[in-house]
T-cell receptor
Framework: GDSVTQMEGPVTLSEEAFLTINCTYT??????LFWYVQYPGEGLQLLLK?????DKGSNKGFEATYRKETTSFHLEKGSVQVSDSAVYFC??????????????FGKGTKLSVKP | GAGVSQSPSNKVTEKGKDVELRCDPI?????LYWYRQSLGQGLEFLIY????????KSGLPSDRFSAERTGGSVSTLTIQRTQQEDSAVYLC??????????????FGEGSWLTVV
């Protein structure tokens, strides 16, 4: 069935450091890919998405490119801030395969940014 | 309110008791999802509603779990004879339609269930 694997955390960075959180997937068909973020004490929020190969999703300085050849959707930010401290989830949905159109999530990566 | 509202935000219950968790979706949203978030297990899909019907119940872990939705709005997730392994955060999300159709879904803050 469909699955998402993301790098385990926690990840601790200093402010203004470069961030990469790796995400790879296995899916039947042509999935859409997502990054969700969960800030402390808040609900999950959509950060960005990409619906087809080579699409780049971007929001709040974060970017991720849908790479079909490597089945990856790595999250990057050039300069993190303390306010980016949160748990980040990679997810996919596909009409085919085990997800049946629902979101399948990775286990999450906790990011802590120190001043 | 403007967002997805869930209640209670926290619930402690004794093993063997029944619990009900409520979700008020964003007004007008036809799609409603329940997920469970537990330590070490990540986020697991439980059930999906389109209107009042549930075309996908494949994630419900056992027959102790059930859910209903009335009036195309409020949904209730019921767990009967709770067990300690049911302890988790139960998340509700709503959207204008199916995710794979391009719709964004919006999550509530969750109901934290602890079974003692």
């Amino acid at each position: 069935g469909d699955s998402v694997t993301q790098m385990e955390g926690p990840v601790t960075l200093s402010e203004e450091a470069f961030l990469t959180i790796n995400c790879t997937y296995t899916a039947t068909g042509y999935p859409s890919l997502f990054w969700y973020v969960q800030y402390p004490g808040e609900g999950l929020q959509l950060l960005l998405k990409a619906t087809k190969a080579d699409d780049k999703g971007s929001n709040k300085g974060f970017e991720a490119t849908y790479r079909k050849e490597t089945t990856s959707f790595h999250l990057e930010k050039g300069s993190v801030q303390v306010s980016d401290s949160a748990v980040y989830f990679c997810a996919l949905t596909s009409y085919y395969g085990g997800s049946q159109g629902n979101l399948i999530f990775g286990k999450g990566t906790k990011l802590s940014v120190k001043p | 309110g403007a967002g997805v509202s869930q209640s209670p935000s926290n619930k402690v219950t004794e093993k063997g008791k029944d619990v009900e968790l409520r979700c008020d979706p964003i007004s007008g949203h036809t799609a409603l999802y329940w997920y469970r978030q537990s330590l070490g297990q990540g986020l697991e899909f439980l059930i999906y509603f389109q209107g009042n019907s549930a075309p996908d119940k494949s994630g419900l872990p056992s027959d102790r779990f059930s859910a209903e939705r009335t009036g195309g709005s409020v949904s209730t997730l019921t767990i009967q004879r709770t067990q300690q392994e049911d302890s988790a955060v139960y998340l509700c999300a709503s959207g204008g339609g199916k995710i794979w159709s391009g719709n964004t879904i919006y999550f509530g803050e969750g109901s934290w269930l602890t079974v003692v």
